[in-house]
């Protein structure tokens, strides 16, 4: 299983990005998918994440600002970032909890990472 993230990259404050996550391979079905980030100097933190039902929670830091969502039929995760300040900048990586079989427990995979800069 691979996770492909895009759509990183410079923005000023107040500016707005949209994130892709594309999970591919031999999948049965995918049950969280959600996004984290690490800023320089500090740990990874989750920022959002959905559930295949469509359920979402998101860190406190971007509540009515980021919003998450998910295409079941292309295994694709989104995060539209609306409101950016330089507090958002960092590493952002996608995460899936991925089932490869109906029996098997949901194993945990990561995508490469997109850097996010917001400066003026």
């Known amino acids: 299983v691979q996770l492909q993230a895009s759509g990183g990259g410079l923005v000023q404050p107040g500016e707005s990005l949209r994130l892709s996550c594309a999970a591919s391979g031999s999948i049965f079905s995918i049950d969280v998918m959600g996004w984290y980030r690490q800023a320089p100097g500090k740990q990874r933190e989750s920022v959002a994440a959905?559930?295949?039902?469509?359920?979402?929670n998101y860190a406190d830091s971007v509540k009515g600002r980021f919003t998450i969502s998910r295409d079941n039929a292309k295994n694709t995760v989104y995060l539209q970032m609306n409101s950016l300040n330089p507090e958002d900048t960092g590493v952002y990586y996608c995460?899936?909890?991925?089932?490869?079989?109906?029996?098997?427990?949901?194993?945990?995979?990561w995508g490469q990472g997109t850097l996010v800069t917001v400066s003026s």
């Open positions: 959905i559930i295949s039902g469509g359920s979402t």
């Open positions: 995460n899936a909890h991925v089932k490869l079989a109906a029996w098997r427990r949901s194993d945990n995979y």
